[in-house]
């Protein structure tokens, strides 16, 4: 079956509300056993839309699918909201235990973000710090449980869990092409505890300012494909993530056998991120001959103490930078959302006893990389004295500071509790690491490529020129 949002009464004039119309269309698709809704000509506004199995949403080039600011219309549903199980406000497109699911087209769909920005800097400015909103005190009642569960640094002692633009919950075989997806409230793209997943020449942009508008967030998912695709977000650009703390050392769920190719990532935080949310596992992951522009972070993995989990098997092949902070980021003292009275045994530098919570990474290959214009350092690599990381092999890898237009070392990553240091090599802590032909130009001559601090087992293999 195919149907048009104008036969049941949608209007592309940017002023109606087309709620209705869209509900009206998607049952009468469900119940024909699928079929595909198409979007044509002109700027459709509505509230929360929820997709279900075999269906497919159009998008036209030239039609915009743009969302009510109006906070009370995304009621609580269940989700996953920085690693934890809880109600958050329902996603602008969502699609819950469904099978066989398509959004494509040449249109943009609008999350209509700058109010929810805006909310959130109103909040953090007068220092709120908990449940004020009638949204925020219904989720705070459903999750009274949660309220103090790990925290990424979105907010969620106000209970203020924006919806992201687009998520897929538990469901399988989900086909994501050709779309522009831009000003979302929160994290844009974000599949959770699903399978069989194909992102493909996308565009998703979010302005530079805006608070935790990731790109694509790949969180508890499995056999995933992003390729052709560009990323200009707010935050880090893509993503992959598996839970956090004990609930998610529970769930068990990995995210695993996922490959990025052939990407553009722009302005965000960092590229290609791994966590901050590990519990779960991440393992098996390739990202092949992608371009960073201007992301703060190239390669970043960030996890801390009580995040829980392992990760290993990342492969980074054939990777360019130009003007990155930092092109390798492997940060095991990751500061954001810690709660102050944690922060001791979090970030000591001591060895602390290792429990089911203590995270671990390992067997990690970069080759190919070629970074130019790097403005705070070479590479921030730092584990943990009892969680060492093992097994980091970078081979091939061309490193070039800016020389100019410089920023302090210690924005190469967000770290607490680790010294600081003016040197701008590749800084090495707790870790294993064999460099093969890696290279740091433009340090200082008195500066060394290789910042070995305490902790630090490395291997140097430089062959002749």
Known sequence: MIADIAEFGGTGDGQTDNSKAFAAAIASLKRAGGGTLKVTRGTYLSGPIELFSNITLEIGASAVLQFLPDMQLYSPVLTRWEGI???????????????????????TIDGNGNPWWAALRHKKSVHQSCPVEPIEIALAEYNKD??????????????F?????????????ITIEGLTFRNSPFWTIHPVF???????????QNPPDAPNTDGIDIDSCTNVRVENTTVDVGDDCIAIKAGAGERGLREGKASKQITIRNCHFKQGHGGVVIGS??????HDVSVNDCTFEGTDRGIRLKTRRGRGGAVSGLRFRNLKMERVLCPVAINMYYRCGAKPEDKQALFSLKAEPLDSLTPSISDIEISGLEAQGCRASAG????LPESPIGGLKMEQCHI???????????????FEGIPETSARGIRIRHASCEFRD?????????EKPFVNEEGAKIKIDMPAP
């Open 161 to 173: 869990l924006r919806p992201p633009l687009v998520q897929f919950f538990r469901c399988s075989n």
């Open 438 to 446: 890696v290279r740091v130009m433009g340090l200082g001559n008195q």
């Open 194 to 204: 699903s399978d069989h997943v194909i992102i493909r020449d996308i565009f998703v």
């Open 146 to 159: 949660l309220i103090d569960q790990p925290s990424g640094g979105g907010g969620r002692e106000m209970q």
């Open 85 to 107: 199980v809880c109600f958050g406000m329902h996603p602008l497109v969502f699609t819950r235990d469904a099978h066989d699911i398509s959004l494509k087209g040449e249109g």
């Open 277 to 282: 949310e590990t519990a779960g596992g991440i």
């Open 380 to 383: 921030f690599i730092a584990g």
């Open 400 to 414: 070039g500071l800016a020389g100019h237009d410089m920023v302090p070392v210690s924005e190469s990553e967000m």
